[in-house]
């Protein structure tokens, strides 16, 4: 494999690999230099008398490096990585917003971040006060009567969501064997409801880009265990027929789950309790700041309509007497058999809690509609300025993001692949690219509430430049961007299909 920087761009080419001051990086692996060390260490001594003949017999494979070359490769490292703080990072679906250094602060407190999940309930009454008041917090915006702390992300709540649907149907005796999700739901809905058991049948969206009411109708029935549905959608809509679709959902003894990734768009404007939802997640990790990225951490609470309360996950947070008490098993007159059971090792992702109520008491609740509202406003101005250019998914206004498909481009011979490789090149991470998968060749941008106008203006006038070129037809410059980033075109299929996560030297040789 070529290194870093040696193949950038057509007409610089470096001795070093290097460009300018972003400096290429080999593996550390590649690095190495057998027996050098950050650290001189004594010769153990009488280590294998005390350890019974279990010491190990050969070196275990990590490189050898000094501390400076081990602090320069990673920090090399993190100057590749394109980051929030970074700049724009426009991930549709994914709520890439500011987090504010408050919250980590707040998180690292040693009374925080040093605690264990197995340590006396009386020394950790502060952390249960504020998991207790970062519950009181979803109930009150969301004007649900439960809440489950514990699931670790979005997915894992969802998970948690079905587990109770399907506890609360067991319990009354309903088999019931199908979920159905709309086109437009992100792959995490049907995936969860498989591995529940149940049988997913897709809704169709209407012209609007919404769920299809009488096609939903037609779907209910008696084998309908629930409806998974994302409001606001992942087309960036508000599901304007919630109402009627709760209501119908009902009628049959089916059960609301809400996808609420997307309650960024809402928070002190609509609360999910008046429309009729039975439970929904909220991803802390998007909405309420708390870095994510990279696979974690998360943190997914579920908020549940009373008839699924009983059947949520243990263990959970309650008030006992003066003080708070972690309940790991519900008394028999609360219905044991009741709770599905651990959902996870203990009360759920303590650090996300932190940072999610430091964002939402330093917010207050009006802070917090205003940054729902500055989203949605931002979402907005993208969508009107690049209208005329882009193609628009379905008529605006929109909700926290803006939806375009590949209609612009058709002819051209620049695909979304293609125009998504260009804006790393003007210094734009890409928007999430060919989802949702009922529109050709996706591009949805959520900018979020952190973005002031002049970095929306910024952003806009580069999709506008690149919009042009397109038009313009010119494949070659497209075919070959991004033509400055550190690498070039992956084999994106390879890349997801056959990642190579392990160093094994002969990897290297392979590669080569
Ligand atoms: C609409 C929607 N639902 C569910 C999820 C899953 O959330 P998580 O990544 O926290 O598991 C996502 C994540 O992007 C999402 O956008």
Redesign the pocket.
Known sequence: MAKPGMNNGQTIETSSGHRGLDLAEPLIFELDAPGRCGVDLPEPSQVSSRLGGLERQAPIGLPGLSEPQVVRHFVRLSRNNFAIDAGLYPL????MKHNPRLNEKLARLPGFADLHPMQPVETVQGALELIDTLADWLLTLTGMPAVAMSPA??????LCGLMCIRAALEARGDAREVVLVPTS?????PATAAICGYRIEEIPADDRGRVDLSALKEKLGPHVAAIML?NP??CGLFENQIVEIAQAVHDAGAYFYC????FNAIVGKVRPGDLGIDCM?L?L??TFSTP?GGG?P???PVVLAEALAPFAPLPMVRRDGDGLALVEQKSEAEGTAASFGRLKGFHGQMGMFVRALAFMLSHGADGLRQASEDAVLNANYVLARLQDLLSLSFPGPCMHEALFDDGFLKDTGVSTLDFAKAMIDEGFHPMTMYFPLVVSGAMLIEPTESESKDSLDQFIASMRHLAERARRGDVDYFAGAPHLAPYRRLDETRAARHPVLRWRGDVKEAAE
Not at 153 to 158: D, T, Y
Not at 259 to 262: I, S
């Open positions: 549709g679906s994914c709520t992300a979005g997915a894992h709540g969802e739901a992100h792959g995490t809905n994302t959608s992942t996808d609420g990734a997307n997640h991803n990790h998007k994510h974690g998360g943190s997914g």
